[in-house]
């Protein structure tokens, strides 16, 4: 479950508004309250976006850590760390406490974002690899759905409701903790720790077999590699290693400058913007969950059928589409005060719900997976650290920025994430080489290949 997703429920529910951010709530209340403008409070765009900043930070120490302990570790940091921010925010009493559950979950989600793609991506089969990265995002997804139906429930139990909301994400942060203990750790990880007959065994056992020689002996060539390496924040900056240190900055960038998590976490919002009725507040969200669940096992699917790049393209496409249509629903038929007809209110979730299913094949899960089977061993921990550094960065910045953009531009602001999909989508196509197939070890070879790549590259 993302406990950072109940937040998106609890913020629009009357009893958590009334109690931590009253003059909101006053503005909510107020019929005349221009429609784009009435959760446009820089205070709880603050709140809810100090989980990333403090998820930023976690990365950064999480890298070291996972790099000399090992990527379980990690995952159960980042159990625990969920653990105690769902027990104080259901606890809260005042905000400075709230704040604080709030930072211990942004921790959670910078070692559990650093740790978690890299484990998947390092115990994968290679003919697999893409599928079975994805199901982080699948894990994501469904703890999007699972939040917005603990939301939908609870806003009904005033006045108390929003304290068992937070509080639920206690179940699966002790599920992470404990479950982390249980993993096997990757073999890369043990081999690059001196634990090379220990990796071994691990191997034999992932593979279902003893014959993982060719493997094994890869794996031993880059252990030996990265050991070498000393300081891989300072070595990823090299030539060498420009195409990986692009896609890491990038592709993370992109991936939020879709808009989508503005869309689900303010989903409740948005819909009471736009003129929904207050039932329909939490069941939207719901909606948009459940869209979200099945467009990842779309994505399970199809990844290693057809590749990265052709699921990125279509569902850049498909994206830009749908932005563009809301847009011009909401500017043609939504003014300031006035609320949307039925016909339109159903046609606007439907196109969100269709923006979310183009999201959730392509950009979702693969924001992720590309990046973290680019790198080499040496350096892959401080490449998904800043690969996760900057999807928090710029989570943060969207996140602050969205009321304020929502109120100021009102339907353009889907104007402009639909430019920003543009650029995306044609920075893929002509930048972004396939991965499909490719051995973890040997991605460097694929930007030898590549038109553009090859000419950044050391001629050695």
């Known amino acids: ?130 599928a079975l990265s994805v199901l982080f995002q699948l894990a994501t997804t469904l703890g999007i759905f699972s939040a917005n139906m603990i939301s939908y429930v609870t806003q009904k139990l005033s006045p108390w409701g929003w304290r068992l909301a937070l509080g ?22 043990l081999i690059q720790r001196g634990l090379a007959e220990k990796g071994r065994h691990v191997l034999e056992k992932l593979r279902g077999t003893s014959n993982v020689d ?25 030539k060498r290693h420009r195409p990986q240190l ?34 329909s507040l939490l069941y939207s969200g719901v909606l948009l969950g459940f869209v979200l669940v099945l467009s990842t096992f779309v994505s399970i699917g199809l990844v290693d059928k057809l590749g990265r790049r052709p699921l990125l393209l279509s569902g850049g496409l498909q994206m830009i589409t749908c932005q563009i249509i809301v847009s011009v629903i909401l500017g ?43 790198f ?7 490449g998904q650290s800043i690969t996760v550094a900057v999807n928090l960065l710029f989570t943060f910045i969207v996140a602050q920025a969205f009321l304020y953009l929502l109120c100021a531009l009102k339907f353009g ?8 999909v543009s650029v995306m989508t044609i920075f893929v196509y002509f930048m972004l080489p396939e991965t499909k197939g490719v051995p973890i070890e040997d991605m460097s070879l694929i930007w030898t290949k590549h038109w553009f790549w090859k000419k950044m590259l050391p001629e050695n």
């Not at 002996?217 to 090299?238: G, T, V």
């Open 1 to 130: 479950m993302r406990s950072e997703n109940i937040y998106g429920g609890v913020t629009s529910t009357d009893d958590f508004l009334r109690e931590f951010f009253s003059n909101v709530y006053a503005k909510r209340r107020n019929a005349h309250e221009n429609n784009y403008c009435k959760f446009n409070d820089q205070g709880l765009a603050a709140f809810n976006s100090s989980l990333y900043i403090a998820g930023l930070v976690a990365t950064l120490v999480a890298s070291p850590i996972t790099r000399k302990y090992g990527r379980r570790v990690s995952i159960i940091c980042a159990g625990i760390f969920f653990l105690v921010g769902a027990a104080v925010n259901a606890g809260s009493i005042n905000l400075p406490m709230l704040l604080l559950g709030r930072i211990m979950l942004g921790f959670g989600v910078g070692f559990e974002s650093q740790a978690v793609p890299v484990y998947l991506s390092e115990v994968s089969p290679t003919h697999i690899r893409g």
């Open 168 to 189: 639920t994400a206690a179940f699966p942060a002790l599920l992470m903790s404990l479950g982390g203990y249980f993993l096997p750790e990757t073999p890369n990880s």
């Open 214 to 238: 060719a493997e094994f002996q890869d794996l031993i060539d880059a252990s030996l590699l990265a050991n070498s390496i000393k300081h891989p924040f300072r070595d990823i900056l090299e």
């Open 246 to 279: 692009v896609m890491a900055v990038l592709m993370p960038m992109f991936q939020i400058l879709t808009g989508v998590n503005c869309i689900l976490f303010y989903a409740p919002v948005m819909f009471l913007t736009m003129g929904f009725g207050e039932n």
């Open 332 to 374: 043609l038929k939504l003014g300031d005060s006035q609320e949307l007809s039925k016909g339109y209110s159903i046609m606007l979730v439907i196109f969100f719900s269709l923006f979310v299913l183009g999201y959730g094949w392509s950009w979702g899960p693969l924001g992720y997976t590309v990046p973290s089977e680019l």
């Open 376 to 382: 080499p061993l040496a350096i892959r921990s401080a």
């Open 413 to 420: 602001i889907f104007l402009l994430f639909a430019c920003c």
